[in-house]
């Protein structure tokens, strides 16, 4: 039976609250299933070195507590995994750059000639870069890639790809900076054209769009390194009766580093840019400093990469899936014991 909302919040509050189970008829009736739990090796007394959550026990009705074993690793599963996903808000932030900051600079390159009267479509084509990117990579990946780096005896785990995919992020970001700072150069040489996009006239840099390609191309690369691989690491990471709630938890990342990119483009707007009103935030490039934003996300992007790499360290895989064969096929060419402890009674399933 899942665990509901209500559920988790109550064992937090007895948690902090350390209120005794003085029913000696419930801790007699959760005796031998805590007993048998611990005993099977499903239990963390063998991590304690590094579970930061260890303080949690107190609450199992194995050390004096009042809830059952299980479900207080289940709640110390989630929070490890929500320490995680927290560092994805970055990720997702620098994400968002690619329809919002992605789109903006591309209406101030030269773009390909459509229709000569409106260049709307012809915005269109450089963002149709990162879906096909990724149409490409994840079947390279997953059948050229991985297996190669599972020969030469490397199987990067699901915190590995998802550390590698907000690094590309971090070079996207920066490689659109990039192309700012040589658009800006350009632009100041003379070289310009105008475009005339839905209706309003742009006077654009004389450089092609598809100088953006790297850019689009690390943001799907890094979609296949992180997302998918988030969404991989949720569902088998997740507790058997919580896995709802992480898959939740991980999707809710993604609406949120929304929020925090507009958050951070508007502050950055009014300090840097000088914009104190929302009816003037339709910049002119050629008039601002869009590099010193990207520039600006990169590091940001940088001091998560940290944090994110701490956390990773100390992660401890679990195994919750009830065949060995499941398993096997949520991970496209890692094998569980590439994971660190596996429950013993994993085994007992092969």
């Excluded at 149709?128 to 599972?150: G, Q």
Aim: overall charge positive; glycine content about 8%.
């Amino acid at each position: 039976m899942p665990l509901r909302d209500e559920q988790v919040f109550k064992i937090l509050i007895g948690i902090v609250s350390n209120r005794p189970d003085t029913s000696q008829q419930n801790r007699h009736v959760s005796r031998t299933r805590d007993e048998s739990y611990n005993n099977s090796g499903s239990g963390d007394n063998n991590t304690q070195d590094r579970d930061l959550l260890r303080w949690l026990d107190r609450a199992k009705r194995s050390r004096g507590g009042r809830y059952p074993d299980e479900e207080v690793d289940d709640i110390k599963q989630l929070l490890s995994i929500l320490g995680i996903f927290l560092t994805m808000l970055v990720y997702f932030t620098l994400y968002c750059q690619m329809s919002t900051t992605y789109r903006i600079q591309s209406r101030y390159l030269r773009l390909p000639t459509l229709d000569k009267d409106d260049y709307f479509f012809s915005t269109i084509i450089v963002s149709l870069i990162n879906p096909v990117s990724i149409l490409l990579m994840v079947p390279l990946m997953d059948l050229v890639v991985y297996p190669c780096l599972s020969k030469v005896g490397w199987r990067p785990t699901y915190l590995q790809r998802m550390g590698v995919g907000m690094f590309l992020s971090m070079l996207s970001v920066t490689a659109a900076g990039a192309v700012e700072v040589y658009r800006g150069t350009v632009h100041q040489q003379g070289r310009v054209v105008h475009q005339n996009i839905s209706g309003q006239v742009y006077n654009a840099t004389d450089l092609s769009v598809f100088i953006q390609v790297p850019q689009f191309f690390l943001s799907g690369l890094s979609e296949i390194m992180a997302v998918v691989t988030g969404f991989h690491f949720a569902y088998t990471q997740a507790p058997r009766r919580m896995k709802g709630t992480v898959m939740g938890l991980f999707l809710l990342m993604f609406g949120l580093g929304t929020y925090l990119s507009i958050g951070i483009s508007s502050a950055f707007n009014i300090t840097i840019e000088g914009i104190g009103s929302p009816r003037d935030l339709n910049i002119n490039l050629n008039n601002s400093h869009a590099e010193r934003f990207h520039f600006f996300l990169a590091g940001l992007m940088f001091l998560d990469l940290g944090l994110f790499w701490v956390l990773a360290s100390r992660y401890k895989y679990k195994t919750y899936l009830t065949k060995a064969k499941d398993f096997e096929r949520s991970t496209s060419c890692s094998s569980p014991r590439d994971y660190g402890s596996i429950d013993p009674s994993f085994n007992s399933i092969q």
